[in-house]
């Protein structure tokens, strides 16, 4: 009897070592992955979707005679440039909360100082019909944007797009794994902007960006912003585009003349 209540015993201890295993190895699974996990957005984040300009600011490092930002589902982009010089001069991108007048950005990527990757930044935020207002602190000294709305984010393709396969063979499609090395391309309802980056290393590897039309099934952009080569900007590039299934569908010619069949899901 004494043997069956050890062995019992032994079994039980087993069972709830295997179990506090099991979900101590699950729990660092969860802390291990990106630093932001994308909320849910509410109806006042929302209300942010769309291209906005920068028409004002108090910051003095802020010289970019042009400074576009994305906002939509969630997530942000946005780019400083000259464009009567083709000059790309910087660009960062994330995602953002809005709760009641407290705006808040979350960087993935900073292509001026990547040391502030995963740092989030807090503005007092306030709109008045197509304008909007963000007040904060920045590198400890007070500041604020003024930024007027260039569009609603009214398109079939407003969002934010991951790249999910790419054609590399006639006919055959490769699946690019999710992880932190990524491509993201977001659109309003006007404008667009893609960039490369890894949200682990921290690394930059380019962006671009403009305006874009929707016309017969054929998906137009035209080029204002290029980080790799500034003889593309001006260009304008079209494409076959097809949404199924939730998915958006490219087909075309890239700016080098390379051919293109690329699968595109939103970005969760």
Do not use: C
């Not at 930024?147 to 398109?155: M, Q, V």
């Amino acid at each position: 009897m004494k043997v069956n209540h050890l062995l019992n015993f032994y079994s039980l201890v087993i069972l709830v070592l295997l179990v506090s295993t099991t979900f101590g190895f699950r729990l660092g699974k969860k802390e291990s992955t990106t630093r932001f996990q994308q909320q849910p957005v509410n109806a006042a984040a929302k209300a942010l979707t769309g291209a906005w300009q920068l028409v004002k600011t108090t910051d003095p490092a802020q010289t970019a005679p042009n400074v576009v930002k994305i906002m939509v589902d969630g997530y942000f982009t946005a780019a400083d440039y000259n464009l009567n010089n083709k000059e790309f001069i910087g660009a960062q991108g994330g995602t953002y909360t809005l709760e009641k007048d407290r705006y808040t950005e979350n960087l993935e990527y900073f292509t001026k100082d990547s040391t502030k990757v995963g740092i989030s930044q807090t503005y007092t935020l306030s709109t008045k019909g197509n304008s909007l207002q963000l007040t904060g602190t920045r590198n400890g000294k007070p500041v604020t944007e003024s930024w007027e709305r260039l569009d609603a984010g009214d398109s079939p393709l407003a969002g934010a797009w991951r790249i999910r396969e790419r054609e590399t063979q006639p006919g055959q499609m490769s699946v690019i794994q999710r992880g932190p090395r990524k491509t993201i391309k977001w659109l309003s309802g006007k404008h667009f902007q893609w960039a490369a980056i890894n949200t682990e290393t921290k690394q930059f590897f380019g962006t671009g960006g403009g305006t874009y039309t929707l016309k017969d099934g054929k998906y137009t952009e035209n080029i204002q912003f290029f980080s790799r080569d500034p003889k593309r900007v001006g260009m304008s590039i079209s494409f076959d585009y097809e949404v199924k299934n939730g998915d958006w569908h490219h087909r075309g010619l890239s700016t080098a003349g390379n051919k293109i069949y690329e699968i595109w899901a939103k970005e969760k």
